[in-house]
C-alpha cells in the first residue's frame, strides 16, 4: 500500500506547492487553539480524504482538519488513517521549505505505515514498521536510498535535533545534562523531517517536550521505526495513539539507538 500513499501524499504536496508559489502572501487564519490555517491546510485535506476514501473506503480517516463530530468517533476506531495535511505550518507561512504532507496507518495504537512528502525539496521519507522497511526518494518514487538509523558511536558529538518554531525552555535542563555527558551539536528543523532526519541517520537524537499532537507525530515515527530507531515518552513507552482522552502527545524522546538507556542519561524515571 506505500506505493498508493506516496501518490496520495505527493498530489497533496503539489496542491500545496501551487499555493506556496503564489506571488501574493498567503492569507492566514486562527483555529480556536490559535494554530495557524490557510488555504493549503485545507485543499490538501480535501485531497487526500477523498484519495484515502476511494483506496480503502473501509478504513475511517483522521486528519488535523477533521470536524469535531468525526474527531468524537475515533474511540471506536482500531484502525484508521491518521492525517496531517500539512504539518509545520508556520514554516509554510514563513516560507523557509521544512513543512510535509503526513499520513499514517495506525493498528491497535501503533503507526504501521507512515509517509512523509516534503514538497518543497521533493524529498519523500515511507516506511512500513511491521515489515522494517524505509526509504528515501523524490516524489516520483526515483532514487530510493534505504533508510537506517545510527547507533552512537564514541568520540561523534550526538547530533540533536530540534524544534525551528516550538522550542520550548523546559528542554534545556535535559539538553545540560546531554553535554555534562558528551559534545552535542544542534540542528533546528522543522515538521515532521526531525525525525526523518534521524531515520536516515543524519542525526541521533530528538527531544519534545510541549504541546504536539498525534498527527503531528504518527506518520515520521513509523519511518523512523521502520528505520530502525524508536519514539518513546519519557517512562520509555513506545508512543501509542488513540489511547489518551485527547489527541495530545506526551512529552516524548525520538532516537535512532534503540539500545542506549536515554532514560538514565537524561535523568529520567522509567
Not at 142 to 148: D, E, F, M, N
Not at 228 to 257: C, M, W
Request: hydrophobic share 40%; with cysteine.
Amino acid at each position: 500500500m506505500l506505493p498508493q500513499l506516496t501518490h496520495i501524499a505527493v498530489e497533496a504536496g503539489e496542491a500545496i506547492l501551487s499555493i506556496y508559489d503564489r506571488s501574493h502572501p498567503v492569507q492566514v487564519q486562527h483555529k480556536a487553539d490559535t494554530t495557524p490555517l490557510t488555504e493549503a491546510d485545507l485543499a490538501a485535506h480535501r485531497l487526500i480524504c477523498s484519495s484515502l476514501e476511494r483506496l480503502c473506503p473501509e478504513i475511517p480517516i483522521l486528519s488535523e482538519e477533521s470536524s469535531p463530530a468525526q474527531i468524537e468517533q475515533r474511540d471506536q476506531w482500531s484502525r484508521y488513517w491518521l492525517v496531517d495535511p500539512l504539518d509545520g505550518t508556520k514554516e509554510f507561512i514563513k516560507r523557509n521549505g521544512e513543512f510535509t504532507v503526513n499520513i499514517a496507518l495506525i493498528d491497535k495504537h501503533q503507526p504501521m505505515l507512515g509517509v512523509v512528502y516534503a514538497p518543497a525539496i521533493d524529498t519523500l521519507y515511507a516506511g512500513c514498521a511491521k515489515i522494517g522497511i524505509a526509504y528515501k526518494s523524490n516524489g516520483k518514487g526515483q532514487r530510493q536510498l534505504p533508510l537506517k538509523s545510527r547507533s552512537l558511536a564514541p568520540f561523534r558529538p550526538l547530533s540533536l535535533v530540534v524544534s525551528r518554531s516550538h522550542r520550548d525552555s523546559t528542554l534545556d535542563p535535559y539538553i545540560e545534562r546531554l553535554r555534562q555527558l558528551m559534545p552535542v551539536s544542534e540542528t533546528p528543523m522543522g515538521s515532521s523531517l526531525k525525525l526523518c532526519l534521524i531515520a536516515e541517520g543524519a542525526a541521533d537524537l530528538h527531544l519534545r517536550t510541549g504541546t504536539t499532537s498525534e498527527w503531528d507525530t504518527a506518520a515520521a515515527q513509523a519511518v523512523l521505526e521502520a528505520a530502525g530507531g524508536q519514539v518513546i515518552d519519557f517512562h520509555g513507552k513506545a508512543l501509542s495513539y488513540n489511547e489518551r482522552e485527547g489527541l495530545i502527545n506526551p512529552d516524548f524522546i525520538a532516537t535512532g539507538d534503540r539500545v542506549f538507556d536515554w532514560g538514565q542519561c537524561l535523568g529520567l524515571e522509567t
